[in-house]
């Protein structure tokens, strides 16, 4: 079955320092994996995706992920945190493919950043 | 392009009583999703639409229905409120299947149950 771990529920951070949000993936097969970001009382909006290309990502706002087969992990990095990042951030996980397209969302960090 | 727009935007209900959250995107995507957003849950899918006339249940379908009669309009029903409907309920599109395709995202409705 698939699934997400989120292993902080809240990440503070300095304005200007980096930022490490960390996600666990279980997945049956090759995964696809995505980062989306919610603001207070916003949609939810795709900063990157993973879809068995390369295994660093770039998304928007300077996020990047990297894919660890490995170690299960799909780690959301920045390396310097703007006060426009307060948000919280969501790993996803692809659901199986009879679902079609059903997608699995960790349970969110939030990540504040202070002046 | 408004994208995804969500009506309306807050709902008080009491228990008991029925709504339609309504839904629509003009990207002419093929595929809507309504998802609810319960506190350190994440999101949970409801039920979605591969197109036109049809409707699939997702993760947690029980107390709900929904159509698609249109392909740019994906209804949310609830026929009797109860409180632990009280929740932030997103919908969403998508041009094919999510796996590969971004979902893009309505504001939200915030709808609370008494």
């Known amino acids: 079955a698939q699934s997400v771990t989120q292993l902080d529920s809240h990440v503070s951070v300095s304005e200007g320092t980096p930022v490490l949000l960390r996600c666990n993936y279980s997945s049956s097969y090759s995964p696809s994996l995505f980062w989306y970001v919610q603001h207070p009382n916003k949609g939810l909006q795709l900063l990157l995706k993973y879809t068995s290309a390369a295994t660093l990502v770039k998304g928007i706002n300077g996020f990047e992920a990297e894919f660890k087969k490995s170690e299960t992990s799909f780690h959301l990095t920045k390396p310097s945190a703007h006060m426009s990042d307060a948000a919280e951030y969501f ?25 | 392009n408004a994208g995804v727009t969500q009506t309306p935007k807050f709902r008080v209900l009491k228990t008991g009583q029925s709504m339609t959250l309504l839904c629509a995107q003009d990207m002419n995507h093929e595929y809507m999703y309504w998802y609810r957003q319960d506190p350190g849950m994440g999101l949970r899918l409801i039920h979605y639409s591969v197109g036109e006339g049809t409707t699939a249940k997702g993760e947690v379908p029980d107390g709900y229905n929904v159509s698609r009669l249109k392909k740019q309009n994906f209804l949310l029903g609830l026929e009797s409120a109860a409180p632990s409907q009280t929740s932030v309920y997103f919908c969403a599109s998508s041009y094919r299947l999510a796996a590969y395709n971004e979902q893009f995202f309505g504001p939200g409705t915030r709808l609370t149950v008494l």
């Open chain 1, 91 to 115: 790993c996803v996980v692809r659901g199986p493919v009879r679902s079609q397209g059903n997608l699995i969302f960790g349970k969110g960090t939030k990540l504040s950043v202070k002046p």
